[in-house]
C-alpha cells in the first residue's frame, strides 16, 4: 500500500483540481458534467495514463507478484470454487478470481463501455493469490480502458441549458448497475411519479460478498483469516446494516 500511496495522491489531486473534492466528488449531472476541464489538467491525466501509472504497476508486479513471503501466504488460502462463487451470489474480482468471467461492463454493457477494447480480467484458482492477481490485472485494464478515454475525449460544450439538479421520473420501478470495483453496485427504484422515490434498495457489492467469508475460512489457520477478509476487499460502510 505504501509503495502506491504516491499514484494514489497524484490521481487525487485531479479530482480536486477538476471537482473540488479529493473523495466525494459532485461533477456528473444529467446530460453532461458540472464544468469543463481545468488548464493544464488533460497533460497531466495524460502523463498518469500513458507514462506513469503503467511503470508503477510494473514495479509493484516485481516487488510482489513472486515475492516468496506472499506466495507462502496466500497460494492455496482461502479458496473458493467457482461452484460456490455463483452460489452465494459473489461478484467483481472475487468472481472472476474463481475462474468465472463475467463482467457488467461486458455481459450488460452501460455508458460507452461498448467503445473501449479490454479484457475481462479471469483467474482460476479461487484463492487469495489469484484474488491479488486479478485486481493487478484489473489495474492494467482500467489503465487500457483511461488511454482510450483520453484519447477519444471530445470537443464541444460541457453541459448546454439549464442545470437539471432534480429529475422527475414516471411512475413504476427500474433496476440499474454498474461493475464497481468491489463487485456489482446495483440501485432498485419505485417510483410514484414524485422527485424523490417512494422506496429504494442498494445492493452493495461487499455486504454480498461477504457471506463467503465462512466458507472460505473452513480448514484454514486464524492468522489466514486477516489474509482472506483482505482479499474480499470490504467497505465497511456498505456491511453497517
Given at each position: 500500500?505504501?509503495?502506491?500511496?504516491?499514484?494514489?495522491?497524484?490521481i487525487?489531486?485531479?479530482?480536486?483540481?477538476?471537482?473540488?473534492?479529493?473523495?466525494?466528488?459532485?461533477y456528473?449531472?444529467f446530460?453532461?458534467?458540472?464544468?469543463?476541464?481545468?488548464?493544464?489538467?488533460?497533460?497531466?491525466?495524460?502523463?498518469?495514463a500513458?507514462?506513469?501509472?503503467?511503470?508503477r504497476?510494473?514495479?509493484?508486479?516485481?516487488?510482489l507478484?513472486?515475492?516468496?513471503?506472499?506466495r507462502?501466504?496466500?497460494?492455496?488460502?482461502?479458496?473458493?470454487t467457482?461452484?460456490?462463487?455463483?452460489?452465494?451470489?459473489?461478484s467483481g474480482?472475487?468472481l472472476?478470481?474463481?475462474g468465472?468471467?463475467?463482467?457488467?461492463?461486458?455481459?450488460?454493457?452501460?455508458?460507452?463501455y461498448?467503445?473501449?477494447?479490454?479484457?475481462?480480467?479471469?483467474?482460476?484458482h479461487?484463492?487469495?493469490?489469484?484474488?491479488?492477481l486479478?485486481?493487478?490485472?484489473?489495474i492494467?485494464?482500467?489503465?487500457?480502458?483511461?488511454?482510450q478515454?483520453i484519447?477519444?475525449?471530445?470537443?464541444?460544450?460541457?453541459?448546454?441549458?439549464?442545470?437539471?439538479?432534480?429529475v422527475?421520473?414516471?411512475?413504476g420501478e427500474?433496476y440499474?448497475?454498474?461493475?464497481?470495483?468491489k463487485?456489482e453496485?446495483?440501485f432498485?427504484v419505485?417510483?410514484?411519479g414524485?422527485?424523490?422515490?417512494?422506496?429504494y434498495?442498494?445492493?452493495?457489492p461487499?455486504?454480498?460478498?461477504?457471506?463467503?467469508?465462512e466458507t472460505?475460512s473452513?480448514g484454514?489457520?486464524v492468522?489466514?483469516?486477516?489474509?482472506?477478509?483482505?482479499?474480499i476487499?470490504?467497505?465497511?460502510?456498505?456491511l453497517?446494516r
Amino acid at each position: 500500500m505504501l509503495y502506491a500511496i504516491e499514484e494514489r495522491e497524484l490521481i487525487l489531486d485531479i479530482f480536486e483540481a477538476v471537482t473540488g473534492s479529493r473523495m466525494m466528488c459532485n461533477y456528473f449531472r444529467f446530460g453532461g458534467v458540472a464544468r469543463d476541464l481545468p488548464a493544464g489538467v488533460y497533460e497531466k491525466m495524460r502523463d498518469l495514463a500513458y507514462e506513469r501509472l503503467p511503470r508503477r504497476i510494473d514495479e509493484l508486479d516485481l516487488y510482489l507478484t513472486n515475492n516468496e513471503i506472499i506466495r507462502a501466504r496466500c497460494e492455496g488460502v482461502g479458496v473458493l470454487t467457482p461452484e460456490q462463487a455463483i452460489a452465494y451470489s459473489t461478484s467483481g474480482p472475487l468472481l472472476r478470481a474463481s475462474g468465472v468471467p463475467y463482467d457488467i461492463r461486458r455481459a450488460d454493457p452501460y455508458s460507452i463501455y461498448d467503445r473501449f477494447e479490454f479484457d475481462v480480467a479471469v483467474r482460476y484458482h479461487g484463492d487469495v493469490y489469484d484474488r491479488y492477481l486479478v485486481r493487478m490485472d484489473e489495474i492494467r485494464q482500467s489503465i487500457r480502458i483511461l488511454q482510450q478515454a483520453i484519447r477519444d475525449l471530445p470537443d464541444g460544450p460541457i453541459q448546454t441549458g439549464k442545470s437539471q439538479y432534480q429529475v422527475r421520473v414516471p411512475a413504476g420501478e427500474a433496476y440499474g448497475r454498474v461493475e464497481a470495483p468491489k463487485g456489482e453496485l446495483g440501485f432498485y427504484v419505485v417510483s410514484n411519479g414524485k422527485p424523490n422515490p417512494w422506496r429504494y434498495h442498494v445492493r452493495a457489492p461487499s455486504f454480498v460478498n461477504i457471506t463467503a467469508l465462512e466458507t472460505m475460512s473452513k480448514g484454514n489457520k486464524v492468522a489466514d483469516a486477516v489474509a482472506i477478509l483482505g482479499s474480499i476487499d470490504i467497505v465497511l460502510g456498505e456491511l453497517d446494516r
